[in-house]
Each structure stands twice: as C-alpha cells, then as structure tokens.
C-alpha cells in the first residue's frame, strides 16, 4: 500500500464503499410494499384455494376433496421448496467463510424473488381477461420457486463477488427475463420443459455467467486465500448436495401431468442421478494422481443428472434412456471442473465462483437436445394415441403438429433460452457494474466479515481456561477493527 | 474463590450439585411407565388406522383408500415432524457450546411431551363417553407435536439454564395447562386457531418467559463468555430456521379443512414469509453502524409472519393482507431484537436466550388479533354462504353466531392464552426453583460440559503429526478433570 | 519403524497400495455400463407410470388419477428417500475426520445399490413371464432403497477400515443376497416385514458384522486418535439421527397396504420411537459416574425402537404394545453400546465402528420375535375377518394359513435373515481380504486424508491477517506431503 501512496499518478485508486445501510433497507422496504400494492390489485386465490371450492365441487361434479389440485402436489412443492431454500442455500456454503453469505443472501433473494414471480408469471400465463386478477394456487406456487431457481442458479456465478443490494437487482431482472423467455418457449413454441432443463437451467446459467463476465475482477486472486473450502464447511456443502439430489424427481415432476407423467418423471429423474453418481467418481478419482475423489465433484456434478432430465423426465425416455443420460453428463460435467473451469476463467474471462456452467449451463442445453430428439423420436406405439397427444399436450390449436415439429419447436426453444441468459445477463451486468450497489473490493471477497456481524471466534479457543476464573477479554479484534470503517482500497498495479 | 472461603459469613455460598445421575433416569423411567399403563387404559387405534377400516369404509360408502385422512394429513404431518425436531433442535444450536443440550434435550421433551401430549388432549377432546377410550388417528399425532411445540418455545426461553429434569417437569406441566387452554379456546370459546398463533405461540411465548422471569438470574454474566455464537454454530442454527421457515405452510395447514381450507393456508402462510424476510433484513442492516446484517435476526425474525398468520392463514386474508401481516411481524420481531430484549432483562430481569418473546410471544399476539379481526371482517359476498359456514364451522350449537361475535370471541381466546401461559409459568418456575432437580451454577451455564461427554477437542490439533509415530497424549484434560467431580461452587457477592 | 528394517526376517511387512485410480473408475464405468445394457433388456415402466395409464384408467373403471399408487406412497418414499442419503450417511460422519467419506461412500454405493437392486428384486419378484420384462413403478423404488438400506448398515460397521472399491464390492453381494433372502421370507415363507426388521436390519447387521469379523485388524490402535468425534462432527451426526427418527414412521409404513395399513404403521413407530429415547436417555445417564450423557447413544439407541417394529408396526400391535417395544429397545440398545460392544472387539473379534450390533442386529431380532408374537396372537375379534385377511394376506395359496402357523414362519423368516447375514458376510469378507482393493493401513483407518482431497485446514487460522497485506503461504504441508505417495508401511509385530 505504501508503494501506492508514492507513484499512485497514473493508478485509478476507487475507494469501495460497502456500506449497504441506505440501500439495502431501503430496497427492501419498498419493493416489498410494491409487492404489496401488485399483490393487492392482481392477485387472488383460485377456485381451488377459495372458500367457494364447495361450490365449485358441486358444479364439476367433483365427490371427494382429495380432487383438490393441492393433494397431487403439495409433497412435490415442499420438496421443491427445501431444494430452494437448503439446496441452493447450503450448496455454496463450502467456502470457507462464506457461509453466512451463501445460506442468507440465497434466503433473501429467494424470498423477494418468489413474490415478484407470481406477478411475472401470472400477467405472462394466466392473467384472466375478463377480471384482469391472477388466480393464484398451488401450482403458482411450484412456478415462482422454478423462477427463483435460475436466480439462485445465476448466484453461484457470482458468489462472494457481489453485494445483496446487487443480487436483489439481478433478482429483479432475472425473474422479468425468466417470465418472459418461459411465455415464449412454453406458450408460443409450445415446447415441453416441466424440469426446465432449458427455462430454468440454460437460461439461469448463462443469466449467470454473462453477469460474471461482464463483472470481471482482474484482481480477483488478492482474496484467494478466502476462495477454498474447509473441512467443516465442505460438509456444510454436502447437505445441499443431497437434499437437491433426493428432491430432483420432485423438482422435474412438480408440474408435470396427474398420474403417469408425475410418475414416470419422478422413475427417470431417479434413475439418472443414480448413474450420475458413479461416472463423477469414476472421472474425480481418474483426475487425481492417486485417484483421491475431489469434493468439489462430488457436492456439484452428481446433479448434472437431474438438471438434463428436465425436458426429457416427463417423456417415455424409458428407464435405460435416463440412465445414459446421467451417465454422460457425469463425465461432462466433472471434466468441465477439470478442464473447461479454468479455460473460462483464463481465456474467456469469466469468473464462475460455484462452477455453474458444469453443474447446470452445459447439462442444461445437453437436456434442451435429448429433449428434443426424445420427443422427435416418440411414436403412437410407444406412446399409444391418446398417451401422444395427452404428453406432448397436442390439443387446441397444436392439435395437428407432428413430432418430428415438435422436437423442431423444442430445439428451438434451447436457443431462446440460451439467447436471453447471455444477452440478458450482459445487460443487467452492465447495470450491476455501477459503482452505486456496495460491491466489495477485490480482495474483500468471499469474505463474510464485509456484510455480516461476525462472532468473536478467538473465545473459542480459552474453553479450556477454568470457568471460575475471572475472565479477562484483552483480545484485539484486528480485522474487526480493521473492517469497521467499511472501506477498503483496491490494489494498484502501476 | 479465596476471597469466598475468608470473609464468607453473610455469604450464602450454596454449592450447586449437577449430578443428576439418580434424578434423570428415575424421573425417565417412571414417567414412561406411567405412560405405557396409560395408554393401555385409555389410547386405541381410531377406524380410519384400525384394521376394520374395511368395513368403515363399506358402511359409509367409501369408494377408495385414498378418502382415508392419512393420504389428506400425512406429508404435512412429516413436515411438522421436522419442525418439532430439526427445526426447533437445531434453531438453538446457535450458541457455541450448547449444541449437544439445544438438540439432544429438544429430541428428550419432545419425545416425552407427545406422548402425554396424546393423553391430555385426548381426555378433554376426543374421549369417547360410551368406550372411555382414546381413539386416535393421524390428526392426533400432529396435535400431540403442536403441543409439543408450545413447550419447546418455553424452552427457548431457559436455553443453557436449566437441567434436564427441569426441562422435563416444564413439559409436563406445560402440556397440561396447553391442554386445558386448548380447550377452553377451541371448544367453549369455539375460536378458530389451525396454527396456533394464540394456542401455541402465544401460550408457550408467556409460558417460557413468566418461568424465566421466576428464574431470574442476577450473576449470569458469569458465563457471559459462553452466551456468544461461532461461525459454525450460527450455521448449524440456520438448519434449524430454514426447515421451520419452509415447513411453516405446513404448519399452518396441518389440521385445516380437507380442500380449500389446506391449500388457502398454504398460500397465505407462503407468502407471509416471503414477505417478513425482506423487513427483517432491512431493520437488520438499519441497526448497523455500516449496514452489516446480524445472524440473530436473520435466524429469527424471518420466522415471525408464520407466527403471526397461525390463526388467520385459513380465512380468507387474501394474498396481500397475508403480504401485509408478514410485512409488519419482521419489523416488529427485528426491533424486538434491538430494543425490547435488553429492556426486558434489564428492567423485567426477564432473561430469555433465544429471544421467544420477539419470535413467538409478541408476533403470536399479532396473530390473534389478525384473526380476530380477520374474523370480523368475514363477509358471505366474500366467503360464500357455505363456505362462511364451513370456515368458521358454524353448525351445531354454534349455528347462530355471526362473524363480529366471532371476532370477539377470538380475541377473548386471545387473553385465555396468555392468561395461562404468565400465570401457569410463574407457578412453574416456582416449582423449578425448587433446589433439587439439578441446575447449573451460574457460571457454567450455556456450556454443555455439564450435562455431557464432550470429546477432546485437543486432539484435533494433531492431526499434522506424521501418523506412522507412535502416538502419546500427554495432555491434561483440565476442564474435563475440573468438572468430574460436578460440584460447582457460585461466586459470592459480598 | 526402524525396527522393522533391522530385524525384519520373519516379519511380513506388507506395503499397502491406497491408490485406487485405476480399480475405482474402472468398477464405476464397468457397472454401470452393465447396469444400462440390463436395464435395457429387462426394465420397463409399469403400467402406472406408462403414458398407456389413460388407457389402464379406462379398462378399470379408475375415475380419478389420485388412484394412482403415485399418491399412495410418493411422500412416503421421499421421506425413505431422505433417510437413507441423509439419514445413513449424517449417522456416520461422527468421526472427526471421516466425513467425507461417511457422506460421499454412502452415496456413491446406495447410488449403484439402487440400480442393481431394482435389478435382482425385479427378476426375484415381478419379472413377467410372457414379456421376461420387469415393470417398475413407484413402489419398486422404495424397494430398491430399502434394499440398498441392508447394505449401508453393513457399511456402519467397516467404517473408516476399507475403500470405496471394498464397499462397492460389499453393495454388490449384499444386494444379490438381500433379494434372494427377502424372496424366501417374504414369498416362499409369506412371512410379513413391511418395515424390515428381518429382511432389512437383521440381514444388513449381522452381514456387516461377519465382515467386520473377517477383516479383523489386531493393529487397529494404531489410528484410534482418528476414532473419536470432536464437537461439530457430533452435532452433524445429530442430523442424520433426526431425520432417520422423524421419517421411520414413513419406512415402516412405506410399502404396507392402502389405507388402514400404512395409517396404523406410522402410528405404532411414531409411538415407539417416542419410547425409546426416554429409556436411552436413561441408562445412558445412569451408565456414566455423574449422569453424563453419552452422544454415541442418543446418536443411535433413540432409533431402535424404530428398528425393532419394521415387522409389527402394521400389525394390531395397540398404541401401548408399541411403547412397550420401544421401551425395552431403548434399554437393549444402549446397554450393548455400554457392555456387548466392548466385549465382541475383545473376545469376538468384531470391530464395529458404529456399533450396529446394537442399533440394527440386536433390535432387528427384537423385532422379528415381536412380529412372530404378534402375528400368533391375532384373532378375528380384533382384527375383524377381512382385516385378518389383509393384515397376514392370507389369500391364493395361504388362505388356509392360521395365526399360529403363520407366528412360526415368522420365526423362520427370522432365521433365515440370520443365516443369510453371518454366512454370506463371512464369504463376502474373505473375498474383500484380497489384497488388490486398496484398503488402508492400520494407521491410516478413520481417516479422509486416504481417499479425498482435503482443503488446507490451516489457512483457517490466518482469518486475522489483514486483508490488504500480501498473502504469502510458506506452510509446509507435512501430512499431504507425506500421503502424496498414498504408500504406507504396516507396523511389524516381531
């Protein structure tokens, strides 16, 4: 810093300002009363959600409550919400002083981002035309926690590099993005994407890695010792690992059809997380000279499985169909951690904190294709006729589309996915590199201590000082001190 | 110490025995036997889990198994599972040398109190005047783990304080006033409280602050050193806020009306949440000299809207007035935080470690008065004439009453509830005052040592050591030596 | 070790190779691969999960898609799903530094267990004879974890001792035997063990045991600093037990009838297991000088009361016969923790890291004797005559079969377990003696160091360094230096 002080002419010194107390309460505060105001003036419950459901039931001629839309998909929905909430969460907390970062701002984000999707969602999908109000149930539900998804997909990217002010606007802009692409690749190409393989993944994780791109931190290695893990946060991690593992047939059947295509998706996504398991070890103990297994493979591609399920689950992709496919995208997506990881970070620039392209951009679009293929690929002998048209939904006017257009519309749908994650997240990047939203310095990254009120550990460790002693606190918090001011100064390369 | 055992005359110098070696396994064992004999007396299967099911559903026309309340009741049942014992458990991990008390005592009440749980509310609900018996069914089962909760929010309120076997006497105690509460609001009062905001939260707010209040300790801030969290504590803690936060709708909707009634709680419980997440962050970051947040909020407050909506979530609150609710619960939770914890030790000498009062006692308040004025404000233009009828469950005797005397007889429950819990609490904590069951001195509070086996922590350090060596541990253990006698002795004041 | 190089004549000094670079990835692609081509052949979804089920819906008057199995036991086998990744392998990472291994070995063999379990148990129960296709829906899947489940016991009791190959091969054999051992109980015997007692905990203990037998190490003292927990790895253990508690009731009742059967099944385990972690509680106070609490019983004896009714739970056991169970369990299970565990290592020879002698061996006997009981002592004037009927499944060939006799194929079916377990562990065993599967030293047991990356735990400590200051890293990592050759020289005993 010294040297700084001296030759400093030609050297852009920026001061990063990470006092969020302004602009976090106050974003906060009123996009939750906006929400409050839309939610007032759209959103209502639906026939099923309504005190007149004992009406309803009369009128269609329904017997028994257990009708009631909520029994075929309450259990899929919380599992969907513990993936949210614990899985994203939890899943990034493997760096070492992160965690408070990674389980609260994933929470924060999460919370805001749900609202703001039922709103999206409900004026794309189902706003009625004749009252102008959104009906809202538990499908609304399952939908807002899918839209959230990409978000938090998109978070990964840029864990530890960016302020919550900063994630709550990409939030903002990524639940506008999602609800736009999605009305165009399920209601106007009238594509499949119950798991979202291409809607939530594809779209989430180049969302993610535009953003990152555009947020390039060339002195990103100044808070490299923050960037690895613990043996205790690596277990943290595993948590998140297995509750999105388990819950993924929920995830990829949550919306799909009453009775067999729930069925079949929950059969497939199981089946292909199996075998994805096996080929990520296999390439994690190849990868190392002595074949020691990497955790970083372990916490995060033995869910590329599930994630390039999500177009293909709901389909007759029959059993040893999922299995292959999990196991390429073991392969894949371990060798991208190996290979294509670093080629990103030094070629292309783009700094990819939670490895998001391995784990859902690249098995995303690999689902985008085997969705497609599987659905050029289905016949009314193995589908049977009403099973053809009840799958792939050819009613109405899409009564008369064949498969082989059907697989056409689905590949193009990929690419409308593709094509709004990377030039939305260009732009809302370009917005997020305003030097307004409290972004940390680079080398205050990964670091907890900028947005969080830590615990004294020092005490940890005077257990063993007998207890009826008089205890003395003499201790100098440095990096409390240290960080109090809240500013902190960039490196200068001269 | 020397001073004490010089000038001691005035000095009540009591030596505090937590050896409870005798008391806990006797109180164990006695109360389970009692437990067996009771039940063999009183609890049988009801028809719906007996194996004349078969006939049940011959005699009154049902036509499938699906009808049977296990299929409506069950996921919820698992989620409010979780709640009771992760969720609870874990939320009070958060200090650094508690965990094994937070989690293992919360697995002990609860697994007790469900059962007595079962008979208490049996006795004064479900007794069947012809049998004598209990019949009970899945709906029992998530009545015995409300109940439960109610306790386990009092103990939220003596973390770290109190002994085993106190803990077990307050759920004995605290099961029996919360069923003699229970039903005194929901039967002769005839209030509606699905989730509890006033039977559980409220009541169990009350309960476990009057007995702290009773247990007033002035020399806490002898183990001032072991009140803190550690990074990893806080994390674990988060486990425990995240299950109860997304389990929280199934809470709410648990013991609702089949149908509507389970999906509208759901929705409006979802979003209440949402929403308190948001303000709790903001008054988090606006406490904070720089805007950092404080994991005790983020841990807490976010939970309040859930709280609050316990009574309300299955009226017809309407999205936004559940938005609304969950909106003013963070902020008021946040500021309780802040501002009325400290008041309430300081001038009250109310010592309440998890801060019960700003997460259940004063947002559970909040919630009856939602409810009642929810109540009030019922309409048949909104609700239907049936579905008022079948919301309010107004039949039977209760056939004639009116949404306004509704509302009343809401908030008259509202005042049952924390009736019990100030008085029932305060003649408790007189009962634990009693110098026989165990407690720690003041100084070794907070600090698992006490009541458990810890491992040596020391020898994790060693791991650098080349494993090939012989390994001698010459390490004097000398917390360890020091406590084995259990024999602690207070400071004096003099 | 100089020792060794001198008077090394009659000393055996075996070099243990833990590389497994080659055997690992090749048995993973190998199998798997194995697994594809197998499935192809022969697995098929059934006829609920085919889109053909509008179709089967038609043909059998099904009015209603919720008639779909589907919704009878998907969130039962989420829960199943849940214990048995989460619950299996949190149990397990109480070590100090075995977590990865705990968490990352389970998954990877339930992950292939599944796969080849859905296999075996397809061919042994559902293969179709005309098409020589096996269809699985929803419940072959709770099977195929169940299946699965037998073989993670077994893992409890070589944990830390051997590689992820040994395991693998482990999984392997104990799935055949597993499916051959339920096909003569559950078929040829038509014995009832919805829950597992026999099929599932008695089989996997006593099979974990035979091997842990074989592989006996009499040097296995040389790691044992590695055999202790340390505060953190206790409180994630904690997290598995939870979870496997709360969700038993769903794993005795996944797979048990419609209606009444699973509903009494979830009772009598939810009531069990309440049971149980009093009297745990209990002697585990009682067994130590002061009334400490031992975490290794409330860790795993609270769960043998769920082990010891996965035979009864569907029977008419009565809400106190479940206690009684329970009570007796918890008893059992905490005294072999106290006084048999040390007593096989010593005389028998057995080392079992996690003691499943007393969590599943013992109590899986328990609950296949109480299971036999229970069944001898049905009658009609309890069970009513259809419902003796659907509880024993006494139809087709057994429709003649008595409550007595059906007792003592119970009794049998228990036998057979036993026999299956020990005589095929002892087999197995040998096999996995082969020196070419990599296992670790004696001195190397218990610890991750082997097969797993490890981060730099000591970076940790530098947290305090400001920031801004260069990083310079001058550490010398001894122990990784050290196990870079992943070679490692047993102790001689001249």
Known sequence: MGNCSQGCKDCFCRQKNTNIRLTLPVVCFVWQIAMIILFGVFIRYDEESNTHWVETKAHNNITSDIENDFYFRYPSFQDVHVMIFVGFGFLMTFLK??????????????????????????????????????????????????????????????????SPVQLLVMTLFGVTLFAVEEYIILNLLHARDAGGSMVIHTFGGYYGLAI?????????????????????????????TLFLWMFWPSF???????????????????LGLASTVLTTVAISSLSQKTGKLDMVHIQNSTLAGGVALGTAAEFMISPYGALIVGFFCGIISTMGYIFISPFLEKTLKIQDTCGIHNLHAMPGVIGGIVGAITAAAASESVYGKQGLINTFDFTGDFKDRTVLTQGGYQAAGMCVSIVFGVVGGAIVGSILKLPIWGDPADENCFDDEVYWELPDEEEEHQESIPPILEYNNHMIHKHQDLSESNFSVEHCES
Not at 107 to 112: H, P, R, T
Not at 218 to 240: E, W
Not at 255 to 264: E, K, L, S, Y
């Open 97 to 162: 002083r992160y965690s408070f970062g990674a389980v609260g701002f994933n929470f924060l984000i999460a919370s805001f981002g749900l609202q703001w999707a039922l709103l999206m969602q409900g004026w794309f999908h189902s706003l009625d035309p004749q009252t102008g109000k959104i009906f809202i149930g538990i499908e609304s539900l399952i939908n807002a926690d899918f839209c959230v998804a990409g978000c938090l997909i998109a978070y990964g990217a840029v864990l530890g590099k960016v």
């Open 212 to 240: 990152s791109w555009v947020l390039y931190r060339p002195n990103l290695h100044q808070s490299k010792r923050m960037q690895g893990s613990v043996y205790h946060s690596d277990t943290f991690a595993m948590i998140g």
């Open 252 to 270: 990829n059947s949550a919306i799909t059809d009453h009775g067999d295509g729930q069925h079949r998706a929950v059969i497939n996504t199981y």
